[in-house]
């Protein structure tokens, strides 16, 4: 040990013996049983040696520093002596208590990383809104002329799943703007975000939306399957009230599950499922960031001695840590951080652990969100094989014009089933094999948290405005027929102008009685203009009079 002399810690190793090191210099061993060692670290200021086993361990045992200032093996917290291993720098874990392990060049997050996902949260979250905001309206409008129950209940849920999807583009629109507004601030700050009522508002707004939009689309396809087995159901007839008692009674259902799904996690007497830690006064250095329950069980047995149970209640945990600090100053604070802290979307909670307490929730709203897709997915199979039984009996029977369009419009419905089925499956099966992958510990899927809740859950809510009703698909297919006819009246408008101007030069020629080489015209004017601008005798009216009335004509079409 080229660092350790005769004078080094004269204090902590007293049975030494001297020996000469390298011809070089006096140093000494220590005799342990039957053998002699000499493997100590003497600290910066010799006062002091400790064992290489205590040399890069992420402790501070010289005092100074020294034992650690050359390792490899850790990161050094900005404020204080605080050593953490480099695997816990950037794991989304606040190890260090001025956060300067996540807080730094090569980590520091926002709530929605990267510039592509940014971007689509507010494309998405915009149209979204915007589509289903005229669905809302336009179908409200149409309520009143609506006399068959079947028919207001198809209406309703159409109604419901405009809703729900909404409520997403708002979840979005609301992300996007809250990413933006604390960008530059958002790591130092992300643990008061995900304890704060808003991320857990939030949480809520896109569980409840989503799961409306879901339990209407299997309630309505469910619906059209059994209108299509059985069309007399279609026609069938109740009073007024009952009519509307009815439907109502479908919708609230709808509306109080999603809400109920979206709720329980956060109600208090459920709190030691859905609780995923607490956090302290950032002045505390006893606990750093969100300290889990496994955390408090570690401290707790080691400052009470003993602990029969390791899964203690949250209710126990709060008494038991607070008998741990003073009282002469309000105590400790503290706060939950909900079932919808677990990220900076405040998504719910979909990816948990063997060990995680609302694992039994969680996978129950899985399996009932796959139920349901699998009856969408059933009843439009069942309808799309309907729809080509019937085009297939109309080509038996013949080709009229009437079975054409028939045919036309099955193939339409059968193509925009095979769209419903597609988006469905993208939207929950992907989503459903990577929670349970998650799960088995085979992936850690917490990172992508933001995918899933901005590209893989709202696909429907900009699609189902598209499928689910016609009305903006109407709206842009008029936008663009309007604009097709302005560009064709256009083209129109300069064909008549051009042939009427050669036209008027065909006369001038005449008039004049020589040819004007300047010009080619041709001898016969098109038929299409003999129709448009006849040839006359009237006495005083000349050509020109002639193609400054197909002018105006022209415009007034334009402009209709």
Known sequence: NDYLHHYSCPDNIHDRIYTLLNNDHLTFVSKERDYYRNDYFACKDNTKCIGYDSVCDLVNDCGDGSDEVNCTNHFKCKSGDQYIAKSQVCDGYIDCPDLSDECNEGCSKDIIEGYALKTFSWIVGFLAMIFNSLILFHGCKSLRGIRSTVGLLNKLLILLIGFGDFLIGTYLLSMS??????????????????????????????????????????????????????????????????????????????????????????????????????????????????????????????????????????????????????????????????????????????????????????????????????????????????????SRQLDVTGRSQTNKLVTRRNQRLQRKISIIILTDFLCWVPFILVSGLHTLGVIDASPHYAFFSIVVLPINCVINPLLYDNTVSGYFGKVIGTVKTRVTETKRFSEVSSVAESFNMQKIRQSVGRRISKWEVPETIPERVTETIPETSVPGVSAGTIIETVGEASDIVSCA
Not at 328 to 349: A, T
Request: hydrophobic share 45%; glycine share 4%; net charge positive.
């Open 177 to 390: 703007v809250i990413d933006v507004s604390i960008r530059e601030k958002y790591c130092v700050e992300q643990v008061k975000w995900l304890i704060s009522s808003s991320c857990t508002v939030f949480g809520v707004l896109s569980t409840t939306g989503s799961q409306i939009s879901l339990f209407a689309m299997t309630i309505l396809s469910v619906l059209r399957c059994i209108g299509i087995k059985n069309t007399m159901l279609l026609s069938h007839e109740h009073s007024k009230r009952k009519m509307w008692a009815i439907n109502i009674s479908v919708v609230v259902s709808v509306v109080l599950l999603s809400t109920l799904i979206a709720v329980i996690p956060i109600v208090s007497v459920f709190e030691d499922y859905f609780v995923n830690g607490l956090s302290y006064d950032p002045n505390n250095p006893l606990f750093i960031g969100i300290t889990s329950k496994e955390t408090h069980f570690h401290m707790i047995s080691a400052y009470y001695g003993r602990a029969k149970h390791r899964n203690i209640s949250w209710e126990l945990t709060h008494k038991l840590t607070e008998n741990m600090f003073s009282h002469n100053y309000d105590g400790i604070q503290k706060s939950r951080v909900s079932f919808y802290g677990n990220d900076g979307v405040c998504l719910f909670k979909y990816f948990v652990l063997r060990n995680d307490p609302q694992k039994m929730f969680t996978w129950a709203t899985l399996m009932i969100n796959f139920l349901s897709f699998m009856l969408i997915s059933g009843s439009y199979i069942y309808i799309n094989y309907m729809s080509m039984k019937s």
